[in-house]
């Protein structure tokens, strides 16, 4: 676990699919439209069934999860650290991946969370649908 990422894989590669003339705007006041992410497009928190996952990004200095990991969720204290180093849309990946483990988790599966293959593609997803919102 905490592994942020990994090589990039060709999961994504021409599966881009659109449901053709349908705007995704025509209903708001739903929760997404709250959303306010910070300016580095990763929230400082959110709510999984009730537990307040925390999302902080720690300097290097103060990084205690080696020198090969550049994010890390702590199932124990329902936080997600990020490494500040890592930036853009790489922080936003490393994000969604933590964020898939801390779901899974929550969710009872921590054998699928265990599995990192799965947890890399389902947060590149996760990124992927958090940016491409309109
Ligand atoms: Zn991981």
Known sequence: MGRGKAATDAMDKGRRSRTAGISASTKSGSGLVAMTPRSDGVPKQF?????????????????????????????????????????????QQVFCHEAIHA???????????RDEQLV??????LQQMLTTME
Not at 64 to 72: E, L, S, T
Not at 103 to 113: K, Q, R, T
Not at 120 to 125: A, I, N, P, Q, V
């Open 103 to 113: 779901m899974l988790d929550v969710a009872g599966h921590d054998d699928l969370s």
């Open 120 to 125: 890399d593609r389902l947060g590149h997803l």
């Open 47 to 91: 709510q999984l069934a009730g537990h307040t996952i925390a999302v902080n990004v720690v300097t290097p200095r103060k990084w205690k999860h080696g020198k090969n990991c550049v994010g890390i969720w702590l199932p124990d204290s329902y936080k997600i650290e990020l490494l500040s180093s890592c930036k853009g849309s790489n922080r």
